[in-house]
């Protein structure tokens, strides 16, 4: 199945073909064509700014890329990657913080503190109710 777009009419077969031969320009109608797809896509997660990361892999790696059809599905694998890879960063610096303030974790609620209105340091009696009797 060839893919093509509008009115670039270049099927992605033959831009990957020439984008790996070292054609820049290829390259670059490739990401034109997917980078507001690859954007929304990371949107969705909370991050399209990693869709500039993930084209400047996809650029240094495109070579690797066996199957010209499918550049989209590896330049939004790419992206998942380099997202999973951010988490699990995350939570290593977090279990690292965690390690290093192993106290953080159990620390006690501060204690109220006086009323500075109150001199003699003692509870206030609670406010008398006056009653009218009939």
């Known amino acids: 199945m060839m893919t093509t777009h509008g009115e670039d009419e ?9 984008a790996q031969a070292g054609d820049g320009t290829a390259f670059l ?4 064509r997917y980078r507001a ?13 990693r869709a500039q990361d993930a084209i400047d892999t996809a650029y240094d790696e495109i070579a690797d ?8 599905p ?8 380099r997202l999973l890879k951010d988490i699990r960063q995350q ?4 279990a690292a913080l965690d390690r290093l303030r192993p106290h953080a974790a159990r620390r006690r609620p501060p204690r109220a503190r006086p009323d500075p209105r109150n001199r ?11 009653g009218v009797t009939r």
């Open 10 to 18: 270049a099927p992605d077969r033959t831009l990957v073909a020439a």
């Open 74 to 81: 590896w330049l939004r694998r790419i992206a998942t990657n």
């Open 120 to 130: 003699r340091g003692v509870e206030p009696c609670a406010p008398h109710r006056v």
């Open 29 to 32: 109608r490739l990401v034109a």
């Open 91 to 94: 939570g290593r610096r977090q």
């Open 37 to 49: 797809r690859l954007e929304a896509t990371l949107r969705d997660v909370g991050n399209p700014a």
């Open 65 to 72: 890329l066996r199957d010209p059809e499918g550049f989209y």
